[in-house]
């Protein structure tokens, strides 16, 4: 098991997200918001002509909200069904290999990180939780479905 | 037929192409079971095809090529050499006859019977081959070439051309902020042409003709009447029509689904049709135009029509629909029914369109891709329904629109005007905290789109923009807005499933400068912002005319504040709408309190007992459908109902009674006394009042005479002995004055103090001199 893991730091914790699924790594500045959309939907932005729909992922996990008032934010740039998101992060590590199958984690996690958690897994730099790029995407819906 | 023509060829060509391989194969390898298989399947196919278009020639010759392989394929002959080269020749000369066709030459000359004799058995070797095909290889290279593309591949084309044209965009701002380089600038200029070129092109080629729609219809049309012992004609019109290739696709079963109901419930049977009076051939016609970015499909017969009564009583039945309700509907309201789930006016379910597929299925197919049905009948002569798509699916014009700082836009297609909230011919009221807006006296909903979307506006109520929005299906409501900015052609994509979750919006764009803007769904703003866009046609037509109340426990009432703060109320329906007027526009002229509205000069009540203040003075405009009068009041209090009993006034004045509104007492006021008492009276004058205007002064025969007459004065000149109610005269005419005449003089400032003179463009003091003479006759 080689995977590629996007090691970034969401809420002030490192986590692992898969790296074959993030497209690019950006610094979004303007950023459109879409009025009435679900809270983790911070809004939208351009990338090179695409339209990107840019997901906090502190609100998706219940985290509390990223500030987005200072402009710029760095962001993994995923595509999930032919659409293009921009998934906010606090900070964009590196991309290490991952050691391990990912297993499921045993302890209590809190609710946000259950529901995104594809399990723990092993790199160089210790164990690190694989976060599930869709279940970012989806938010707090998903639970109810 | 010449697109069944075209067709045939393409697909000979294409089949004349993949078999050059495979010709060459079998040469090698006479014995090759599917190398034989592909050509004997192509010769087949052309002969089939022959028989349809009678090209004789060609038939003959694939009949005998198909007779030969057919004996090959049943084991019945050995292939050998000479039949190889035989059917070689035949397939050679077949491409020669097929390219001569779509060149729309003769055939080539020259005998087919050598090559029909060359597939016998034992025949000679023929040499003629080699040369034929030397020939076709020249015609095929005729500059009608056409090639055939997967429409994915036109999709992905078109996807990397709308991208590249955004990205030209992004590249056009960056180039603005830097500084120019007259250089770049030139080069980016070609670019950009050059782009817009190619999106035109890539545009044309998804368009289609809408024959290709049409063309199979006649058939059909033929077959199911020919089932149902029918007889109907079919006109086709405007198959020159080009719309967009996925359109065409969409909207193809919509139109059989409606052809089908015409043929089997519309066009009667040709008995039927001859005691009614009608041909016994039933004419069917489909006709297709363009209309601005829409194309417009009608669907027409001559036969029974549709019935509304019953549409209304089978939706009745079925519970859909309120038997309160379905007496208030008209007959385009009944007519539609035949859209909703479930309901048909078929008497049994027939295997031809009765397939437990209605109307409703047609409509939301129709309306998924952004189009509209409608439909209207005559019982007894027929029905027409229309189909209008939009021509394509993917660039749509908007109207940019703004709230706050942050830019939407909005389909024009759904729009049906732009009017400004503090326009003349609209009012903005708040009923129990619902907004309504009336529009040239058309109550329609009105929201506001900050508020569905939860944004702060600067602007306020009174400044902002209404756009009148009639989302497919047919109800308007009035979205207030910030600003309008711009329309624009966008190219429009699919939002993210967490977007379009809101229900309010259609998709995304990006603007000139870069940055993404949100299109909306006319019908979801409409959803959220509350607005019920079923039951709101009915009321709209309700403030139009004069109410027709089912009973007297339900009357819609406006309850106010009369200026002597009495509490009143006033039937909704005579009020036309509340007007702001400053205090001098109120005066009493002949007699009458009068208010001045815009340049109407209307009749005052309300006003009589109480003093007017010095600042604004709010006044109902009331309308009997005839005339117009105003009722000053204080304030607005609410939207109320009359839901009990009326405890009448003794005698007759301005109150009628009294009723418990709210809990508390409210005086009804007595529209019909008010307009009996103040614009009752000159209606009793049989004869017009007289003006006399001097026909020497060319300026009053053409310019005033207009609006004297429009005030309801007939117009005599000097010479006519008639005694004039009033007289117009130039100031310092030295013609006797009498009592009534107004002096108009030609500088705006009054000469003097005693200068009693209108100017003579001060039209507002024109009208209220004229109405006060006109009234002052009749004491």
Request: glycine residues 8%; hydrophobic residues 45%.
């Amino acid at each position: 098991m080689n995977e590629l893991l996007l090691v970034v730091t969401i809420a002030g914790e490192r986590v692992a997200l898969p790296a074959a699924s993030v497209e690019a790594v950006v610094e979004l500045d303007t950023l459109i918001p879409v009025p009435r959309a679900a809270p983790h939907v911070a809004g939208l932005s351009a990338l090179r002509s695409r339209v990107l729909t840019v997901i906090d992922c502190m609100r998706s996990l219940e985290l509390g909200a990223t500030d987005c008032s200072d402009g710029i934010r760095e962001a993994a740039v995923v595509e999930l069904d032919g659409h293009h998101y921009a998934l906010i992060v606090d900070l964009v590590e590196d991309v290490v290999e991952a050691l391990s199958d990912p297993v499921p984690m045993r302890a209590a996690m809190g609710p946000g990180w259950e529901r995104a958690s594809q399990g723990m897994v092993e790199t160089e730099t210790g164990p690190l939780l694989l976060v599930d790029v869709a279940a970012l995407i989806a938010g707090v819906e998903a639970k109810a479905a | 037929m010449d697109d069944l023509i075209a067709d045939f060829v393409a697909e000979c060509r294409d089949m004349l192409e993949a078999l050059g391989g495979e010709i060459v194969a079998w040469e090698a390898q006479p014995d090759d079971r599917t190398r034989l298989d592909s050509i004997f399947r192509f010769v087949h196919t052309v002969k089939g095809n022959c028989g349809f278009f009678e090209f004789p020639r060609l038939e003959a010759l694939s009949h005998a090529a198909e007779d030969a392989l057919a004996d090959v394929r049943a084991g019945r002959r050995q292939p050998d050499g000479a039949l190889v080269s035989a059917v070689l020749a035949v397939i050679d000369r077949i491409g020669e006859m097929v390219a001569a066709i779509d060149a729309g030459e003769d055939m080539p000359g020259g005998d087919d019977r050598s090559l029909i004799d060359a597939l016998a058995p034992g025949a000679e070797q023929h040499s003629a081959p080699a040369a034929a095909a030397a020939d076709v290889q020249g015609k095929v290279a005729s500059p009608l070439r056409t090639i055939r593309l997967s429409v994915e591949l036109l999709d992905r084309v078109m996807s990397t051309v709308s991208d590249m044209v955004l990205a030209r965009n992004e590249l056009a701002r960056r180039l603005r902020e830097s500084t120019g380089d007259v250089a770049v600038d030139g080069a980016f200029e070609r670019l950009s042409a050059i782009i817009a070129e190619m999106r035109d092109a890539i545009t044309r080629t998804r368009m289609q003709r809408i024959e290709n729609l049409f063309v199979g219809l006649p058939r059909m049309v033929r077959d199911l009447s020919a089932e149902l012992g029918k007889q109907v004609l079919v006109d086709i019109e405007g198959g020159d029509v080009e719309l967009d290739r996925e359109m065409i696709e969409m909207i193809r079963d919509p139109l059989t689904h409606i052809i089908r109901n015409s043929v089997d419930h519309g066009i009667e049977l040709p008995a039927e049709r001859l005691k009614a009076g009608k041909r016994e051939i039933g004419i069917l016609c489909v006709s297709a135009r363009q209309s601005g970015n829409q194309i417009l499909i009608d669907i027409q017969d001559d036969g029974r029509g549709i019935d509304g009564k019953k549409l209304v009583e089978n939706a009745i039945a079925a519970g859909t629909l309120d038997k309160a309700d379905a007496a208030q509907l008209t007959s385009r309201e009944q007519l539609a029914l035949i859209f909703e789930a479930g309901l048909s006016t078929a008497k049994k379910v027939t295997a031809i369109s009765g397939r437990g597929v209605g109307m409703d299925v047609v409509r939301s197919n129709v309306e998924r891709i952004g189009g509209i049905v409608e439909v209207d009948s005559t019982p007894g002569q027929g029905t027409r329904m229309t189909l209008r798509v939009p021509l394509t699916l993917t660039i749509i014009p908007a109207l940019t629109v703004s709230i706050g700082n942050q830019n939407f836009a909005i389909p024009r297609s759904a729009i049906e005007e732009i009017v400004r909230a503090n326009g003349e011919s609209v009012t903005l009221e708040q009923l129990g905290g619902a907004g309504v807006a009336t529009i040239r006296g058309r109550r329609v909903p009105e929201v506001s789109l900050a508020e569905i979307l939860g944004l702060e506006s600067n602007i306020g109520e009174r400044d902002r923009t209404l756009i009148v929005l009639r989302p497919a299906g047919g109800d308007v409501y009035a979205l207030a807005v910030d600003r309008i900015h711009d329309h624009e052609e966008l190219v429009v994509k699919p939002a993210a499933p967490a977007v379009m979750a809101t229900g309010l919006y259609a998709g995304t764009t990006l603007a000139d400068d870069g940055s993404p803007i949100l299109l909306f769904d006319p019908a979801g703003l409409a959803e959220v912002g509350g607005v019920k866009l079923e039951a709101q046609e009915r009321a709209a037509r309700i403030a139009e005319g004069p109410v027709t109340t089912t009973g007297p426990k339900t009357i819609p009432v406006l309850l106010f504040r009369g200026l002597d703060g009495g509490r009143r109320a006033i039937r909704l329906a005579v009020v036309d709408r509340i007007e702001e007027v400053a205090r001098a526009a109120v005066k009493t002229a002949a007699g009458q309190l009068r208010v001045q509205v815009g340049e109407a000069i209307l009749p005052l009540a309300g006003a009589e007992a109480a003093e007017l203040g010095d600042d604004k003075v709010r006044v109902f405009r009331l309308n009997d459908g005839v005339q117009e009068m105003g009722y000053a009041f204080r304030e607005v209090i609410d939207f109320a109902a009359i839901d009990n009993d009326v405890i009448h006034a003794d005698r007759p004045g301005e109150v009628s009674g009294v009723s418990l509104i709210d809990g508390e007492p409210a005086e009804l006021v007595d529209a019909h006394w008010l307009f009996a008492q103040h614009v009752g009276a000159p209606a009793k004058a049989s004869e017009p009042p007289v003006c006399r205007l001097p026909s020497d002064d060319p300026w009053m025969q053409n310019m005033l005479r207009p609006i004297v007459e429009a005030a309801g004065y007939r117009v005599v000149n000097e010479h006519d002995d008639i005694e004039a109610d009033l007289v117009i005269a130039p100031q310092g005419e030295t013609a006797e004055g009498t009592e009534r005449t107004i002096w108009l003089r030609a500088d705006p400032e009054p000469t003097g103090k005693k200068d009693e003179s209108i100017y003579r463009y001060d039209r507002a003091g024109l009208l209220m001199a004229l109405k006060s003479a006109g009234a002052g006759r009749g004491k």
